[in-house]
Each structure stands twice: as C-alpha cells, then as structure tokens.
C-alpha cells in the first residue's frame, strides 16, 4: 500500500473522518472510470461509485492492509459492477468516456491509437466507438486487463496483485489481449485509417 493511502486509513482509524473524505477524493475518478467502463451506463457508474464508497466507509475499520487500499476499493467497485451487469445480463463495456481519465500513467496503444489532434477530432471519436464495439467483443479477462492496463495505466505488479495472477500471465494475457484487440480495429478500419486517427501519417 502506498504510504499516504497507509496513512489516511490509519488516520480514519484513529477518528479522523476527514481522512475518508481525501480518500473518496483521491479514487474517485478511477473508482468512475472503472464502472463506467464495465457498465457503459454514466447514471449506472455514478450509483456503483457511491455504493462502492458507502461499502469502503462501512468496512474500513476493519481494513489491515493486506492488499493495496485501491486493489480493495477496486475489488469492490468490480464485483459490484458485475452484480449489476449480471442483473441486466449485460456485458456490454464503456470505454470511450474512460479514455478521458486524467489519471493515466502512461499513455498505452489505445490511447496512442486516439491520438490529441484536434483536426481529427471526429475521426477519433468514431474511432472510440469502434473501441467499444471491439472492446466489447473481447472475452471477460481480456476486457479487464485492457481497462486496468490502458485506462487505470496500473503496473504489471499492481495487475497481478489486482487480479490474483502471476505477473507472467499478467504479461501473456495482456499480449493476447492486445492483439485481440489490434486485430478487431484492423478489420473494422483498416490499417491506412488506424494510422491517419492516431497522426502517424504526419512526418
């Protein structure tokens, strides 16, 4: 656990109720991001933000730090998420309105197949839309990994962590993700139009 995130629970524990409210403050967007990334609903997203949080305030006396605070808050978010897509029967997943995240750590291939011309703002956008429809073609553990990876930007050691799963099959599943991925783009635009939305045709 990183030691502010330590040390705000701690703080929480000893009675500091300000301690939650930067706690909220902080992951809100990611904790956004990731419901709204799995059930491509924003009213939906915010309700799942809110319960996810009235479930942290709820058990965060309790929290011994075993995990990372944000791999628990995300465990929470996810599982609450797929509650209410099992509820729908729904697997859709969002992830053009999570591009927009400003938390990212690194830029991956999604976000650079996007690219920040605005002369190509609409070609990106229609680009997004291709995103969720191949995104939404993926299987379940391949659509995480991208979200975590490419939205969340988290780190091969925070994914294995996250999800349970060595750091080489971290590493593998991402890679057949990922070209799952870059193969559905392919099909559905082309290479010529995958490199004029992200500017490579500029030299």
Known sequence: MELDDLALVRRYQEGDQRAFKLLVEKYQRKVYA???????????????????????????AHFKGESSFYTWLYRITRNLAIDKLRAKRNEAVAF???LGTEDRAEPGFIASALGSNPQKTALRRELAEK????????????RE???????????????????????????????????????????????????????????
């Open 34 to 60: 990731v419901a709204n990334a799995m059930v491509k609903d924003r009213e939906e997203a915010l309700d799942i933000s809110q319960e996810a949080f009235v479930k942290v305030h709820r058990n965060l």
């Open 96 to 98: 053009d309105d999570a």
């Open 131 to 142: 995103l969720n429809h191949a995104l939404s073609q993926l299987p379940e553990k391949h």
């Open 145 to 203: 990994i991208l979200v975590l990876r490419e939205v969340e930007g988290m780190s091969y050691e925070d994914l294995a962590e996250t999800l349970e799963i060595p750091k080489g099959t971290v590493m593998s599943r991402l890679f057949h993700a990922r070209s799952k991925m870059q193969k559905l783009l392919e099909d559905y635009l082309g290479e010529d139009r995958m490199a004029l939305a992200s500017g490579e045709d500029e030299g």
